[in-house]
């Protein structure tokens, strides 16, 4: 990470309307709008990893949703607005939740490889409970 001051989002952990990372992208695009999402969550914001595979399995654009937490000023009123406005099915849903509790623990070892960096990047290589890549961003967002 680099050195400017870090306003950390949520946990991936947290959901919102049944949908975990929800609250965490949430804040993400509130710290973007605000212009304060620190240079280390720009270049994966809306366009790869978590915030990617979310916009998919809700069949979302980044524009949308930036467009509904822009228009909400709580998180219920976009709670509230996925509810009514993100139909998947409750497949896709656990799909989801699958993929970002598992990653980084499967078997491809270009995934095993990248997350080891990012642990010995963090000083967190000594870290054995460090299994998947959510459990490195709260490790390394200081939430565990």
């Known amino acids: 990470m ?3 001051a870090i306003i ?22 509130r710290l973007h709008l605000a212009g304060k ?6 270049p994966n914001f809306c366009q790869r990893g978590f915030d990617a595979a979310w ?29 009514k ?4 099915a409750p497949e896709e849903k656990r799909a989801f939740e699958r993929f970002l509790v598992q990653h980084g623990r499967e078997e491809d070892a270009s995934l095993r490889a990248v997350l080891k960096t990012r ?10 409970d460090i299994q ?7 490790a390394d967002e200081k939430r565990g």
Not at 9 to 29: A, C, I, N
Not at 37 to 42: I, N
Not at 119 to 128: I, S, T, V
């Open 132 to 138: 998947s890549f959510v459990d490195f961003i709260d």
């Open 85 to 88: 406005n993100v139909k998947v």
């Open 119 to 128: 642990k010995e990047n963090a000083g967190l290589a000594h870290r054995d």
């Open 8 to 29: 950390y989002p949520r946990s991936p952990r947290e959901t919102m309307s049944g949908w975990p990372y929800l609250p965490r992208f949430v804040d993400k695009v």
């Open 37 to 42: 999402l620190h240079p280390d969550y720009q």
């Open 55 to 83: 916009l998919k399995a809700a069949g979302l654009t980044a524009e949308q949703f930036i467009d509904v937490v822009r228009n909400a000023i709580t998180d219920g009123q976009v709670a509230d607005w996925v509810a």
């Open 2 to 4: 680099s050195s400017e």
